[in-house]
């Protein structure tokens, strides 16, 4: 099994963060990797809702299968994704208020690589830190109105 776990502070309002993270379509304008994300159950987000992942791994274009399997409200949302390189994977969206402006975002997972790939489990986490990092920080720039190029928003 890998683990990793990184956070951002976002100074903006729980509510608005927890909608953009949420908003599963648009998650390709700031996850690095993903091409297209689509619901394939129906009715409002929550446990048991299914999706489907287009994404990028290694050059290569990968669909991956996602379920819901945890979700709180404005607070907290797992996915238990199956494809691409891992046999299974859990990824957590935990958002942590801070104040009446800000919050904390957490990414946390973990999961277990295809038995090809095993070897490669020790070094998913030093690989997957940058990527989550850059993740992390374009979902911020999202949210708190910035262009890729740090400029503000009208």
């Given at each position: 099994m890998f683990r990793l776990t990184e956070a951002v502070r976002i100074d903006r309002p729980t509510a608005k963060v927890w909608a953009v993270l949420t908003d599963f379509p648009k998650v390709p304008a700031w996850e690095r990797g993903v091409i297209e994300v689509r619901q394939t159950s129906p009715g409002r987000p929550g446990i048991g809702t299914t999706l489907a992942a287009r994404r990028v791994y290694g050059g290569r274009?990968?669909?991956?299968?996602?379920?819901?399997?945890?979700?709180?409200?404005?607070?907290?949302?797992?996915?238990?994704?199956?494809?691409?390189?891992?046999?299974?994977?859990f990824a957590t969206y935990a958002v942590e208020p801070i104040d009446d402006d800000a919050c904390q975002v957490t990414y946390s997972v973990n999961g277990e690589m295809r038995p090809l790939l095993a070897w490669l489990t020790p070094l998913i986490p030093a690989m997957g830190r940058r990527l989550v990092r850059t993740n992390l920080a374009s979902l911020k720039r999202l949210i708190e109105g910035e262009t890729t190029d740090g400029t503000s928003l009208p």
């Open positions: 274009d990968t669909v991956v299968d996602c379920r819901i399997v945890e979700w709180q409200d404005d607070r907290l949302v797992t996915m238990e994704i199956v494809g691409g390189p891992t046999r299974r994977t």
